[in-house]
């Protein structure tokens, strides 16, 4: 969809330690946003970006930070994974009207 | 904060019948948007209601806007087992850019 991909697709990793998501898109889109889902509470927005090095907080940003230092790639980090992060985590750019959303990464902290 | 919020949070309809689903938002909203989501999959976009009353339809699917823009239906004739996932409302409060996704209401199908 749209020249959106996100990596990697699923991961397991331990409290504690440090994660990188990244979301790499194809097409010059402006705006990129990162959500997490979880059974009962939909999608709530984490960060997200209007342009190279312009971010912003989102509802859930605690213990999470994001980067974009190209208008292609939006990273997501969770600086020390805590089990209540364990999600599916969904980038999305915004398309004209819409939202395209990219496949998701299963993160599993343990 | 903006919440949006749907019901019902289940929908088990046999095929062939019509169902529908609500949203509503805490805050007069810019526009609201409608995405479907298969199981395993990831949201998809369906369609954007912006005036106050607006009403647009896609094939057996109808969508409304209310007239206060703070709440918006989906409506699903002769539902069909193609319909089965999830049916999110997602909201932009005035001059946003961002989204306030509802809960969903997620639709099985009875064969």
């Known amino acids: 969809d749209a020249g959106i991909t996100q990596s990697p697709r699923h991961k397991v990793t331990e409290t504690g330690t440090p994660v990188t998501l990244r979301c790499h898109q194809t097409?010059?889109?402006?705006?990129m946003y990162w959500y997490r889902q979880d059974p009962g509470h939909g999608l709530r927005l984490i960060h997200y970006?209007?342009?190279?090095?312009?971010?912003d907080k989102g509802e859930v940003s605690d213990g999470y930070s994001v980067s974009r230092s190209k208008t292609e790639d939006f990273l997501l980090t969770l600086e020390s994974a805590t089990s209540s992060q364990t999600s599916v985590y969904f980038c999305?750019?915004?398309?004209?009207?819409?939202?395209?959303f990219g496949s998701g990464t299963r993160l599993t902290v343990v | 904060g903006q919440q949006v919020m749907q019901i019902p949070q289940y929908q088990h309809v046999q095929e062939g019948e019509d169902f529908t689903t609500y949203c509503n938002s805490s805050t007069t909203l810019s526009n609201i948007q409608w995405y479907k989501q298969r199981p395993g999959g990831h949201p998809v976009f369906l369609i954007q209601l912006v005036k106050s009353g607006e009403v647009k339809k896609q094939k057996r699917l109808t969508f409304q806007f209310g007239e206060a823009k703070k709440n918006s239906s989906l409506h699903i004739t002769a539902t069909q087992t193609t319909d089965v996932g999830t049916y999110f409302c997602a909201g932009n409060k005035a001059a946003g850019n961002k989204l306030t996704f509802g809960g969903g209401t997620r639709v099985l199908v009875k064969p």
């Open positions: 999305a750019i915004r398309v004209g009207d819409g939202y395209t």
């Open positions: 970006s209007y342009g190279v090095k312009d971010t």
């Open positions: 097409e010059n889109h402006r705006y």
